[in-house]
T-cell receptor
Framework: LAKTTQPISMDSYEGQEVNITCSHNNIATNDYITWYQQFPSQGPRFIIQGYKTKVTNEVASLFIPADRKSSTLSLPRVSLSDTAVYYCLVGDLGNTPLVFGKGTRLSVIA | SAVISQKPSRDICQRGTSLTIQCQVDSQVTMMFWYRQQPGQSLTLIATANQGSEATYESGFVIDKFPISRPNLTFSTLTVSNMSPEDSSIYLC???????????FGQGTRLTVV
């Protein structure tokens, strides 16, 4: 499974766009990139998943360059409720379990 | 989507005893997993719960300490055996479909061993 590297923490003010970058230099051809969000005292929650280029849903956008060695999760106009830990995971979609890295602790400030 | 219910949500246990955590999914899923999470830390995979066969354990976790059952496609249990204070942690159940596109997690069981 490809190892991921993310910033340990980030701070942002409400209303700003937040971009969290994840490095995965040894990503394999069959690997997808998936981001999860975890609030205190809750299990992680799926945010977005992609293979290449750009993916957008109602919550976030995911940007993946052509070499796929990194990816950027973009959260538009964050609010206080977006304060959470964000995990970047890389792996294929077969019968393999998710392996979590250290994640990025995002603190949104009023 | 799938909704996962874990029981108990929390417990305080005496060292040397065992606790069984139950995980119920509201729909049939292909894969179920058990994780452990220390406060402020990331999730560590304990094992994959295989339906009808022995669980697949990750390095550092053994069946004698963490026996797992999965009698059907919607239910699994994790037992933490012969507990010590080092077993104090949050234990999370997870489930996913055949392509593992999106995994769902329970709220976790907060275990304190005294």
């Amino acid at each position: 499974l490809a190892k991921t590297t993310q910033p340990i923490s980030m701070d942002s003010y409400e209303g700003q766009e937040v971009n969290i970058t994840c490095s995965h230099n040894n990503i394999a051809t069959n690997d997808y990139i998936t981001w999860y969000q975890q609030f205190p005292s809750q299990g992680p929650r799926f945010i977005i998943q992609g293979y290449k280029t750009k993916v957008t849903n109602e919550v976030a956008s995911l940007f993946i360059p052509a070499d796929r060695k990194s990816s950027t999760l973009s959260l538009p106009r964050v609010s206080l409720s977006d304060t959470a830990v964000y995990y970047c995971l890389v792996g294929d979609l077969g019968n393999t379990p998710l392996v979590f890295g250290k994640g990025t602790r995002l603190s949104v400030i009023a | 989507s799938a909704v996962i219910s874990q029981k108990p949500s929390r417990d305080i246990c005496q060292r040397g005893t065992s606790l069984t955590i139950q995980c119920q999914v509201d729909s049939q899923v292909t894969m179920m997993f058990w994780y452990r999470q220390q406060p402020g830390q990331s999730l560590t995979l304990i094992a994959t719960a295989n339906q009808g066969s022995e669980a697949t354990y990750e390095s550092g976790f053994v069946i004698d300490k963490f026996p797992i059952s999965r009698p059907n496609l919607t239910f699994s249990t994790l037992t933490v055996s012969n507990m010590s204070p080092e077993d104090s942690s949050i234990y999370l159940c997870s489930a996913a479909g055949v392509l593992n596109t999106e995994a769902f997690f329970g709220q976790g069981t907060r275990l304190t061993v005294v």
